[in-house]
């Protein structure tokens, strides 16, 4: 079974950084490309950030380009975003999602989230 | 930038009605780059149809997608209790992938 659990969401003030992690279990983590999308409180869904699963390629939202950096740990089975100069608008449910195959698939799998308020 | 615009916003049924959702496009794309999620509160959203007719797994043939070029359809044949959820369409053909704002389906 396919399993996808976000960490490392926090309070933060605004021009701090974090970086959240999404471990993943249950299928080959070096095939599939990985997103992550946010939530913020009663909103709708944003997409954030995608990674390659040869991490040779990655893409941004222009909201987080230039701030945010997503990664993956082939050996640990793990994505990374690595979140700096946050801001008051980045906060939100984080996701990390699976996608169904390289290079412009649908999302088949979700982890349940993680929680990054910023705030003073 | 490829905007969604879903409607209606919200969509007021009964259980056993048939449901129509809209998403249309900012400019046309690829269909075969559509996706529907589902999403009920406190729970991540679930993929339903992508491409924009082919039934993810598990998903109950009462849902189905169809469109082409701007204007995407998702239809719930007969509502059933567990289909009362936010439903958000979203394209992955080009950069940045963009989500609609949502249709909330809502118990009459």
């Known amino acids: 079974e396919i399993h996808l659990v976000e960490s490392g969401g926090a309070f933060v003030q605004p021009g701090g950084s974090l970086r959240l992690s999404c471990g993943a279990s249950?299928?080959?983590?070096?095939?599939?490309?990985m997103n992550w999308v946010r939530q913020a409180p009663g909103k709708g869904l944003e997409w954030v950030s995608v990674?390659?699963?040869?991490?040779?390629?990655?893409d941004y939202a222009d909201s987080v380009r230039g701030r945010f950096v997503i990664s993956r740990d082939r050996s640990r089975n793990t994505l990374y975003l690595q979140m700096n100069i946050l801001r008051a608008e980045d906060t939100a449910i984080y996701y990390c999602?699976?996608?169904?195959?390289?290079?412009?698939?649908?999302?088949?799998?979700w982890g349940r989230g993680t929680l990054v308020t910023v705030s003073s | 930038e490829i905007v969604l615009t879903q409607s209606p916003g919200t969509l007021s049924m009964s259980p056993g009605e048939r449901a129509t959702l809209s998403c249309r496009a900012s400019?046309?794309?690829?269909?075969?780059?559509l996706a529907w999620y589902q999403q009920k509160p406190g729970q991540a959203p679930r993929l339903l149809i992508y491409?924009?007719?082919t039934r993810a797994t598990g998903i109950p043939d009462r849902f189905s997608g169809s469109g082409s070029g701007t204007d995407f359809t998702l239809t719930i044949s007969s509502l059933e209790p567990e289909d009362f959820a936010v439903y958000y369409c979203?394209?992955?053909?080009?950069?940045?992938?963009?989500f609609g704002q949502g249709t909330t389906v809502d118990i009459k």
């Open positions: 999602a699976k996608e169904s195959g390289s290079r412009n698939f649908p999302m088949n799998h």
């Open positions: 249950g299928f080959d983590f070096n095939t599939y490309d």
């Open positions: 990674i390659s699963g040869g991490a040779d390629a990655t």
């Open positions: 400019q046309s794309f690829n269909s075969r780059y």
């Open positions: 491409g924009p007719s």
């Open positions: 979203q394209q992955y053909d080009s950069s940045p992938r963009t």
